[in-house]
């Protein structure tokens, strides 16, 4: 069973609106190597695993998959700053065919030339799950052969494959909302293939130099050189509210990339709060005219009815 | 953020394995109409969610989402029981060509004549992200228009339908397993359905008689009968850890099938803990052999490095 | 243009359903060769046709095209009769779990060791616009070069395939149902294989004893057979309501596959009236209970508010 | 059956080329709320239709599928005009290779730099089945759950997104071609959906201030105000021939959009005549030298074999 | 550039046919670790490969890639055998409606039952370039990051995967046909292994006991054992006519399975000649009525126009 | 099984880098009519071929089988060479994040506004098994009806149409790179239409004045006028090691397409050596820091192991 906090995993930075910037970050949301093939993999790895004295593999596989939900949340928030408005423009509230202000163009009239018209035409303004060039995502990415040193290696190219790809997106634009998601899940992207590296030793397998992989380079990033001072980068979060997990038992350590750091098992963070996007009535979104918008109004008015309690850790 | 309990979110009864059942529930999971089309589809529509008065919406909408992931769970470990292994074969531990016993056929046998071979060939006796005929999931099943209005009768829809493909699914197989998974998820769809039509009653609309689609004859079925007799057709769970949402604003009142009962919301279930699947040698999953499973051993015993404490309602 | 009349292009003679004669006839529907792409790529090609002086050429797609439209019509209700129901099951008109009779089994039941168990859990026993493995039906299939001989030379191509398979689907099975309309697709695919093959003699090919394709054996078939001596092979019919096409200019003379026939173009023909199909409790289609009937009812009680008159041939 | 008249169904204005707003209209062509799709959906469920009862809905589905092929013919040559040449280019007629003239570029060489590539190198400058971003068209997009209140809910859905996106495209682009055809679709989109909203009220829904969807901005569209003021919102056309359709028990009353209109039945509209697109030598289209040409001459001398009579309307 | 021999790379063991048999070897030939995908993936690497120091590295790609294209000649041509005709069947040879003898059905009758139906429907009992459930080989398999630890890391992972999922097959059937092809990739796939797993321990892995994967149970397979008695598994053949690759320098020391083997590098082998595959009627494969085959054989008759000299090795 | 050399089998002239071009080049490549799909449709139909009788037929499609090898190879290594960099930009061999030149842009902040993001982002600025919108090649392309009449029409349309393709890439860029490919392809797809033509011919068709297609205006291209002044559309080269191929019994004669030539058959070319890309720091390919480096330096110090003989003709 999952739960939902209403926090952002890692603060979004503000920046003007960036539609190539959120064509390329694209790809790390719904692209072969992105964030929705790495949470369903994992997921999938979790429910079909075998081997009851395996738990610590299943259960670090269920922990980094349950993080990567929060990932999808992050980079399709980010996609969907991105993707909204125009620079500089400044629409009516009420006219879809307004004419835009001096200093910008109406994202409509963008889209033709965007890296995606979809991002304004199917959806209003927002992430889609697809890749950077338009291919949806498929459930044939997911990989989970069932034998465990083959899922932890698939597991460990797809991290640094996700990892390279980012270097790259983030090599790709100067926008700062689209660098701020990018150097995080970078160094996330790197605790993970520590994650599974680390499994693998535990297999026998001793990588000398090779990993990280992309090495060297990725510290010349400034917004990544932060994190990995922080050491995020050799950290594991747990997302489980029981207690149960055992992947500290895998996740302990030198770090397999060989930095010098001890690998190690903490809260999850606390996240940050963020704010519902504004209407756009270009896109007809939400859609409320005055009469649906009373009616709207009138069911916020009621009392709430409802008054959840804490839900805590559950012991088993 | 997302947070996870290792508890299923409802009980899988025990039965004998059923490819056949596995595969027809395989469009319940990774099917146009399924479970991860459910969770996609409300997740992006809560990352994109436009207007900030319609936030008991996009709780709404973040409510179910969460939910749909446990139900994601729930199915796709359905599915991997009823994969694995065929009735009445005990196989030898060791050996992948082992004969089988006198009363059951080797699975990987079996595979060549089963719905999809790929549960036997790719996946090691698991659920696959795919539909009954074999399609991967795809993105382009996401719905995501932006315009309110538009998003919630398509979310109408989609519940309706997965319901009326469970129905049709509770007619194909007498399979225990499967029938409590199917029996469960008939009603929670119901439930969805309900909520949905609700938001649509907030602008509006009267349904009349139309609703639950498909009506009056899923009541037959005897496990969802006991299930409506405790009225979980009309239950929003909360699986909101800050108490934040404001879902049940919407989701209170008269219930739109017209059944006479009242919408409520609850605390998520407590959930149901699960064993890990044994072994499959003749799928070489996990894969282990003597030498390896030392070294996991090894693994094992040394001291659990990680303490987390509790993760309690965050207050924002 | 288009328009419609409610009568089936040819009769479908009644037999037992056969769902696995409906899966391969799948490949005729929406199969890379099937009706649905031979009618959408002579439609796209007469969309984007250019050169004025090749009107006969044009309007030779278009009549091809708008009867395909008719063959896609006459092979799904061929498909849609053939699932319709089991081999002597008589179900009970309001339970769908009713147990079957005596003599067949529940279609629901049989539907897991179909085809496409599609037929049944995502339709409701009827037609599907895919292929005889369940692969979609793709846009990717139209061919539409804009360079005249090779369009041609692939239409021939595809109609000389189209009949190639229904040839062998004819082998398949015994099921009268499903003979009687790949009998007379057969024979309309040579008629539009000679069309095509008419045309490239006009730029100058000489086919010498290559045509028909495949060839010597089709006439084996009884159905077939009876078809060919009526001449159906030789003929266009005019599916055009103006008299503007000239597609005449080119099917005439004597026929390419050189078996002694002429060219000649004809009426469209008179059809066959038929039935609306029953509905099945056990798939809830349509799913009306006795409330929805009655205000159905309702609705087909009040007076037909429309009288259209006649729509004859209209004068440019 | 179906039949043809070479008729546009709705006048296309002249205007310059435009490939961007060519590539935007794709949407409306192929993409999954395009006309395509439209036009496949009611056809199948037209097919599969259930339940002898139903009739006035099976006619309504047989209706609107039958002017949604029109649509496709619309949409198509919409798109054909304009990806045909590049604004103020006039090429040899001879010579692929040509430099452009003052005004304007080469098409071939604007098609690195335009939305979809393949409208010059797949195609010749001609409309392609696939969505604004090369998705080719899907036999997938298809629903048909034989359920009578699934499909009309769903086709009430598809239909409101098709007028949104269409409004979205108008905003979009200034180019007449392109708006021309919009701004009609606009309001047929508008048509099918009050006739799939009542036939849901025949359901007992009662849609409240919802519709239409979207709401209250359309009508600042000029092209969408003068056919909204000509009452083609509330008009259900017949394109049957034989007088046989029901679809007027249905289509009749005030318009659920509560726009104070009544729904009426009417003949189908004249039409109106178009030509043949000139020849594109860069594009080898149609690829007829000096030889060619003179054996399609030959061809076209010949007398006209044909003499079809007309085509009346049948009594069954 | 590229060359032929006409020599199969091993002997095909002869059985009867097996058409479930071939189904499972499919995902062998056009899964997503099938050899297609092998060999387009080295090719692709070969083709981008970046680094002029790393020739020894790029040349071992091009190398195995090389032979790979044999190993889709192989496995295709496996297939082919397996699902010509069926068991005991002797149809006739010029009627395609052949009543089948008394010990085997018509394979056509068949057809509705087996694996992929499209084996006797759009080919003519032979090898599609799909996998075990039907889908088309995609070009979104190939993995080319351009990262050469990736890279390598990819293709051992696959080589390992693709070794998985045939001692899969070989558990699936007792077909001498099938098992014999599958036994020699099962052991090729390994040696692929090996040399991935080398050039990695050329970057400083050290692999310990994880090697190869499956381990300890593929010697139970008899045609595997005899294979590895030979030493297949640790060879590396050279399939390069100039003499200029420089792979041996990665592919020789102990080998990384740790078996005791040395790793060592060979000719090519002599191969195997092969028969063309005899007529179906009922395919109407080739398709040559008496007509037809006289026009070939005058052709056959004519003089062999070409003497084509040796094509010895090439001096850069 | 087949062999490979180190040499292209055509010069590729130096220019510029162009991905725009490139782009364009993607669908000779890996488009619906492309070399991988002519080299995979032959190879199939080769794999597949029935009929001893029939042996020079099957030959050729070996022949031109293998040949397309080759021209994939030169292809994607063209393409390869047109995305590697960006006009005037000379980056650091160190840094990712360099600043650019003067004189061009750094390709990463290129890749925003290109064809294919996926050139730099996916892959390391080489070539991707996909067409000019993206889509990934499929196996879906591949036309193999086990009818030889119907498998050489398609293969001539197959070759007419690449052909077509590539004079509309000639148009569409200046870029001497790309345009020294393109004509070498056009020149050799024209041969293969003759080979077809010719086997159809054999078959009893007489082409007329049909081919080749396009025509008349080709020539017009002054790299396809050298060429074809040289006789290399009437060639056929032999790829065959062992001197069994009796293709050259059907490509003889006067050629199909009427210019006057004869058609023969040649040794295959000599070829053109070629160098490995240099590594491009900002995408991390190969991605080897100073340590890796080294280990792969101590690995290519070490003695070359293999001392391969030559690999001369087999004789049978």
New interface residues.
């Given amino acids: 069973?999952?739960?939902?906090?209403?926090?952002?995993?890692n603060e979004i930075v503000a920046d003007e609106p960036d539609p190539?910037?959120a064509?390329?970050l694209q790809?790390g949301l719904?692209?072969?190597?992105g964030e929705?093939r790495t949470m369903?993999q994992y997921?999938?790895q979790s429910?079909?695993?075998?081997?009851?004295?395996?738990?610590?593999?299943?259960d670090l596989l269920?922990?980094i998959g349950?993080e990567e939900?929060?990932h999808?949340?992050l980079i399709?928030?980010t996609i969907?700053r991105l993707v909204d408005g125009s620079p500089r423009y400044q629409g009516s509230a009420?006219?879809?065919?307004d004419t835009p202000g001096a200093g910008g163009a109406?994202p409509?009239?963008m889209?033709?030339?965007t890296?995606?018209?979809?991002h304004?035409?199917?959806?209003?303004?927002?992430?889609?799950?697809?890749d950077?060039?338009?291919?949806?995502?498929?459930?044939?990415y997911?990989y989970?052969?069932?034998?465990?040193?083959?899922d932890l290696?698939?597991n460990?190219?797809l991290e640094?494959?996700g990892r390279?790809?980012k270097?790259?997106?983030y090599?790709?634009?100067q926008n700062k909302t689209a660098r701020s998601t990018v150097a995080y899940l970078i160094v996330r992207d790197q605790a993970h293939e520590n994650a599974y590296a680390k499994a693998?030793e535990?297999?026998?397998?001793?990588?000398?130099?090779?990993l990280p992989?992309?090495?060297?380079?990725a510290e010349?990033?400034p917004e990544v050189k932060t994190l990995l001072d922080q050491g995020l980068q050799s950290k594991?979060y747990?997302?489980?509210?029981?207690?149960?997990?055992?992947?500290?038992?895998?996740?302990?350590g030198d770090s397999p990339s060989k930095d010098g750091t001890e690998l190690?098992?903490?809260?999850?963070?606390?996240?940050v709060?963020y704010?519902?996007?504004?209407?756009?009535?270009?896109?007809?979104?939400?859609?409320?005219?005055a009469?649906?918008?009373a009616?709207?109004?009138?069911?916020?008015e009621?009392e709430?009815?409802?008054a959840?309690?804490?839900?805590?850790?559950?012991s088993?």
């Fill in positions: 069973m999952f739960f939902h906090v209403q926090r952002m995993i190539a910037a064509n390329a790809e719904g692209g072969q190597f929705m369903m997921l999938f429910f079909n695993f075998r081997g009851p004295t395996g738990k610590p593999f299943r269920y922990g349950t939900i929060g999808v949340e399709a928030t969907a009420t006219d879809p065919l109406n409509l009239e889209a033709l030339s890296g995606n018209i979809h304004y035409l199917v959806g209003a303004q927002g992430a889609l799950p697809v950077a060039v338009g291919n949806p995502w498929s459930g044939s997911v989970n052969s069932g034998n465990l040193p083959l290696l698939y460990l190219m640094s494959t390279l790809q270097c790259r997106i090599e790709m634009t693998l535990a297999l026998g397998v001793d990588w000398g130099k090779l992989i992309p090495k060297t380079n010349k990033f594991q747990t997302f489980s509210l029981d207690q149960l997990s055992e992947a500290g038992r895998i996740f302990q190690t098992t903490e809260q999850a963070p606390v996240g709060p704010d519902i996007a504004a209407e756009r009535p270009e896109e007809f979104g939400p859609g409320l005219d009469d649906l918008l009616l709207v109004q009138a069911t916020a009621m709430m009815a409802t959840p309690g804490a839900w805590g850790p559950v088993s």
